[in-house]
């Protein structure tokens, strides 16, 4: 499964807003979003099935909104209200079985990452 590819991070303000995006591979059956803050274990944002099933975590609740676009197979992490907690490397990973196979947040194939900074 070919690696997928993120854009769209950058430096935005508290309390804005920024869309990241991942082009994955068509075979692709669960996309998720992780970050990475500095000096803190990676965790999950958030996951998306191929039917359009979205899970969330805690933090981002309310905040973050997961879509995809299936026929440019680009999945979408909309991130507002952004908080200087929400910095950090966005990574999205694929896998090519149903989102909960080997557990939520399980992911074999993974981006090179990309920067978000939120300032004041």
């Known amino acids: 499964q070919a690696a997928p590819v993120e854009s769209g991070g950058g430096s935005v303000q508290v309390g804005g807003s920024l869309t990241l995006s991942c082009v994955v591979s068509?075979?692709?059956?669960?996309v998720a979003w992780f970050r990475q803050a500095p000096g803190k274990e990676r965790e999950g944002v958030a996951t998306?099935?191929?039917?359009?099933?979205?899970v969330y975590n805690d933090p981002v609740k309310g905040r973050f909104t997961i879509s995809q676009d299936n026929a440019k197979r680009t999945v979408y992490l909309q991130m507002n209200s952004l908080q200087f907690e929400d910095t950090a490397t966005y990574y999205c990973?694929?896998?090519?079985?149903?989102?909960?196979?080997?557990?939520?947040?399980?992911?074999?194939?993974w981006g090179q990452g990309t920067q978000v900074t939120v300032s004041s």
């Open positions: 990973a694929t896998k090519n079985y149903y989102c909960s196979y080997g557990g939520t947040w399980s992911f074999s194939t």
């Open positions: 068509p075979s692709s059956e669960c």
């Open positions: 998306i099935s191929t039917y359009g099933k979205a």
